[in-house]
C-alpha cells in the first residue's frame, strides 16, 4: 500500500473512530422537553382556588414551552386520589400535580391508607400563591367583630358549627388551631369541597367558616358574608377594613395556605429546572400578579430544595397537631 492509501485509509479509520466515539454522547443528550402535552392533575373541582390557579399556570406553560399543559381535575378523598395519581406517574415530566396546602396535612389523618409518601414521593417545583385564611359568618351568626363571636361560642360549646371543604383540609386544622388557642368548642360540618361549604354557609345552615380569602371573597365583596378577622402578619389590600386576628386580640393565630407544582420523584434535574424557570417567570408576570389580587392571593415562588423544606416543616408540625388534638377523618 502506497503512502497516499495509508493516509487515506488513516483518516477514514479516525473519522469511523470519532462517529463511534461521538455517538454514545449524542445518545446521552436529553430529549427536549416537552414534546407532546403535559398533564396537570388537581385535586380539586373546576372553578376552586387550586383550580384556577392551575388553569392560569397551564395557560402561561403552554404559551412559553409550546405544548398544552392540560388540567385534569381529580376531586376526591381529599385530594389523595390526585397525589396517588401524579406519585405513581412516570418521572419524565409529563404528569405534575398542581397542590396546595392540605398535601402536607394527609400523612397526620391517613398514613395508614395512602400509598404514597407526601414529601419523598414528590419533587418539588415551585409555590406559585398564598392566600390567607378569614374568619367569615353567614347570616345565621349576626356578629359584627371577633369579640362577639367568641362571645356566642363561648356562651353555647359545641353547638355553633364550622364549615370546611372537607375532615383533613387546610380549613379543618385552621379552625382547629382556632379552637385550641381560644379554648373553644364549635361543631364541625365536613363538606367535600369549598363552593359546597360557601353555599350553605351563605344560606344560613352553618355559621362560620375558616376559609381560604381566594374562596369566600366574592360573597364578602357582595355583603352576603361578613368577615371578622385575616390570619396574616398584616390586613388583606382587599380587605383593609377587616382586622387581623392579632389586631381583633387573638394573638399568634396565622394560617397561609399556599399552591404550589410538584413533579413525581425521580424527575430529571433538567426537567425540573426548566418547570422552576416557568414557574418563577409566570408568578413575576404583572398580569398574574393582578389576577391573584383579584382571588385574594398573592404569587410566591419558593422552589426547589427550599420548597421541598417547607413541605417536611409542614408535615411534621400538622401530624404533631393531629395526635395532640385526636384529629380523625370523619
Known amino acids: 500500500m502506497n503512502t497516499t ?34 398533564r396537570l392533575v388537581v385535586g380539586f373541582s373546576a372553578g376552586g382556588p387550586t383550580d384556577v390557579v392551575a388553569r392560569a399556570f397551564a395557560d402561561y406553560a403552554a404559551r412559553t414551552l409550546g405544548q398544552p399543559f392540560l388540567v385534569d381535575n381529580k376531586p376526591g378523598a381529599n385530594t389523595i386520589l390526585a397525589a396517588e395519581a401524579v406519585a405513581g406517574a412516570p418521572a419524565d415530566g409529563y404528569t405534575l400535580l398542581l397542590g396546595a396546602t392540605n398535601h402536607t ?71 382547629e388551631q382556632f379552637t385550641r388557642l381560644t379554648g373553644t368548642r364549635m361543631n364541625h360540618i365536613p363538606y367535600k369541597g369549598a363552593a359546597q361549604a360557601v353555599t350553605d354557609l351563605v344560606g344560613g345552615q352553618v355559621d362560620s367558616s375558616f376559609a381560604t380569602l381566594g374562596s369566600v371573597l366574592p360573597q364578602v365583596q357582595a355583603g352576603k358574608l361578613t368577615a371578622l378577622a385575616v390570619a396574616a402578619p398584616q390586613r388583606s389590600p ?25 413533579a413525581p420523584a425521580g424527575t430529571s434535574p433538567a426537567v425540573l429546572a426548566l418547570l422552576q424557570k416557568t414557574a418563577q417567570d409566570f408568578v413575576r408576570q404583572s398580569a398574574t400578579q393582578e389576577k391573584l389580587r383579584g382571588l385574594g392571593m398573592e404569587s410566591q415562588h419558593v422552589c426547589g430544595a427550599d420548597f421541598g423544606e417547607q413541605l417536611a416543616r409542614e408535615v411534621k408540625a400538622y401530624g404533631q397537631l393531629a395526635r395532640e388534638l385526636d384529629l380523625k377523618p370523619e
Do not use: N
Open 5 to 38: 492509501s495509508l493516509k487515506a485509509s488513516g483518516l477514514l479509520a479516525a473519522a469511523v473512530f470519532g462517529l463511534a466515539a461521538g455517538a454514545p454522547d449524542a445518545r446521552a443528550q436529553p430529549p427536549a422537553y416537552p414534546t407532546k402535552p403535559v
Open 105 to 175: 396535612m394527609i400523612p397526620a389523618l391517613y398514613s395508614s391508607r395512602v400509598k404514597f409518601d407526601a414529601v419523598r414521593s414528590f419533587a418539588p417545583v415551585c409555590s406559585l400563591a398564598v392566600s390567607p385564611t378569614v374568619l367569615v359568618v353567614g347570616p345565621s351568626m349576626k356578629v359584627p367583630d371577633l369579640a362577639t363571636f367568641l362571645q356566642q361560642v363561648k356562651a353555647a360549646p359545641g353547638q355553633r358549627t364550622y364549615a370546611t371543604p372537607g375532615a383533613g383540609s387546610s380549613g379543618h386544622f385552621a379552625s
Open 238 to 262: 382587599l380587605l383593609p377594613q377587616v382586622p387581623t386576628f392579632d389586631e381583633a386580640g387573638v394573638k399568634g393565630y396565622r394560617a397561609d395556605a399556599w399552591y404550589g407544582l410538584l
